[in-house]
């Protein structure tokens, strides 16, 4: 089993910057693809941003250029950095590590852009 615990999130300004911690119990980046999801209030849970065998990664259109995901084996952490704001990435941003046999959740933090 593995737990996800998700912290960096908080209250920010628009145009403001966040950064956003997964730390893991034990190693996933050669086991599980790992990735940032978010959900509002009756919205689906949609992905933000992936990273595959530690290296590879993609994200959403409406977050690209200004969103970052990375990993640190070592730490078994992941990150993202969320960089110029908006009030359209309020929600509940959760940690994913999953593959064919498993599906882990982290159980979210939040993040709220309001002026």
């Known amino acids: 089993q593995v737990q996800l615990v998700e912290s960096g999130g908080g209250l920010v300004q628009p145009g403001g910057s966040l950064r956003l911690s997964c730390a893991a119990s034990r190693s996933i980046f050669n086991i599980y693809a790992v990735g940032w999801y978010r959900q509002t209030p009756g919205k689906e849970r949609e992905l933000v941003a992936r990273?595959?065998?530690?290296?590879?990664?993609n994200y959403a259109d409406s977050v690209k250029g200004r969103f970052t995901i990375s990993g640190d084996s070592a730490k078994n952490t992941v990150y993202l950095q969320m960089n110029s704001l908006m009030p359209e990435d309020t929600a509940v941003y959760y940690c994913n590590a999953r593959n064919v046999f498993r599906n882990y959740w982290g159980q979210g933090t939040q993040v709220t852009v309001s002026s």
């Open positions: 990273i595959i065998s530690g290296a590879a990664t």
